[in-house]
């Protein structure tokens, strides 16, 4: 089998090319981040400082408190997180796709090399495809994703990014462009992978080619790969709960778009983690019911056997070789009923459901601290 790297995944674009080639370094890919997405921040931020917008006193006419961007964590957090974690996390998610591959013989029958290459090239050729509906799709995020952020700062009245201070609203500007162009590209090739990695398991499945191991030492059917893929698929919802902390800290109130917003990444979150994994889960269950019910029989089958001899001849030795079956029996028994129908442990479980509801979390602890400290202490 061909060995597959990241550049199978992204050679039709050349940003993510630039950020993700696997023949460089990672060294080298940090250092293009840096220099693309940090040193324009640092600009803005010198900008920022001959204007002496850092810190700003006040309030607008609105009666809302005015901030510099040293109090601005939306920004921040955006501009030191969001398109740097995005890449990342895409490299990770392509990794974990191309370690998914490589398992697959391991959890599969009857699909030899040949066969292999063809599934795997078909699906790298989807993933990797260009059309008039996807190119439609990416630029509707370029459009979409430019005219949200540049009109969110060019209505709020005397924050430092405002029209107000025209010099740093103009960096900020070109700062958002920039970023409208790399994140579509990479939020296109997250979900085209999702949607492979569905469409895949969803034909071996068809083709009765997934072979679940019950009391595989993973815990997870021979199938932990697909199940961290799917854990990693949530990392991505990590920059936009971090952008929605930054919002609560940098203005202090629960306002129905942040409660909404709160609210909604929770359901998306299970949903990225559960429904790719919705094809083997039926799989999963259904080797469990079937190995159990094996498993079972082939118990009863020896105790009959053991109660139906018992007025026999049989001698003691027989019998205790009968025993140690039923107990080998019993033990495969337990192993099999604790088997999990979902790929994933408890390990990978706890990973999701700090990513689900880790942000929820921290605002609720810091709003109980904020409650006993105004009500005991000040």
């Given amino acids: 089998m061909k060995k597959i790297i990241v550049n199978d995944f992204i050679k039709e674009s050349k940003i993510l ?6 023949n460089k370094s990672f060294a080298t890919l940090l250092m293009r981040i840096f220099i693309v997405i940090t040193i324009p921040t640092l600009i803005i931020t010198f900008i920022a400082y001959l204007n002496n917008v850092l810190i700003i006193n006040g309030v607008d006419s609105l009666g809302r408190e005015k901030i510099g961007l040293f109090e601005d964590f939306v920004f921040i957090s955006f501009a030191l997180s969001t398109s740097p974690f995005f890449i990342i ?44 509906t996807l190119n439609v799709i990416k630029y509707s995020f370029v459009i979409i994703s430019f005219y949200s952020n540049t009109s969110a700062i060019f209505f709020r009245e005397g924050g430092w990014n405002s029209p107000s201070h025209p010099e740093v609203f103009i960096a900020v500007v070109l700062f958002f462009g920039l970023n409208a162009i790399i994140l579509p590209e990479v939020l296109l090739k997250y979900i085209m992978i999702i949607i492979c990695q569905i469409k895949m ?3 071996l499945e068809k083709d009765n080619l997934i072979e679940i191991k019950p009391i595989a030492p993973d815990k997870s059917g021979g199938l932990r790969s697909l199940g961290e893929l799917s854990l990693a698929f949530t990392y991505f919802l990590v920059p936009i709960m971090i952008q929605l902390i930054a919002h609560y800290f940098t203005w202090r109130r629960l306002n129905l778009g942040f409660i909404l917003g709160l609210a909604g990444v929770i359901p998306l979150t299970t949903f990225v983690f559960f429904y ?66 979902w790929p994933f442990n408890l390990k990978t479980l706890s990973h999701f459901f700090a990513i689900a509801f880790g942000p929820v979390i921290l605002i609720l602890f810091e709003l109980i601290i904020q409650k006993i400290l105004s009500k005991y202490i000040f």
């Fill in 201 to 203: 398991t969803k034909e």
């Fill in 276 to 341: 790719p994994l919705g094809v083997v889960h039926k799989v999963m269950a259904e080797a469990k019911r079937s190995t159990l019910t094996s498993i079972s029989n082939k118990y009863l089958s020896v105790n009959r056997s053991i109660l139906n001899n018992l007025n026999a001849a049989e001698n003691d030795i027989s019998l205790s070789s009968k025993k140690e079956i039923m107990e080998l029996l019993e033990n495969l028994y337990t192993k099999a009923e604790n088997m999990p129908v």
């Fill in 17 to 22: 090319l630039f950020f993700l080639d696997d």
């Fill in 89 to 132: 996390i895409l490299r990770v998610i392509i990794r974990r796709f191309i370690f998914f591959i490589s398992e697959i013989p391991s959890f599969t029958s009857n699909l030899d090399t040949e066969k292999q290459d063809l599934l795997t090239n078909k699906y790298l050729q989807f993933v990797t495809k260009r059309n008039l």
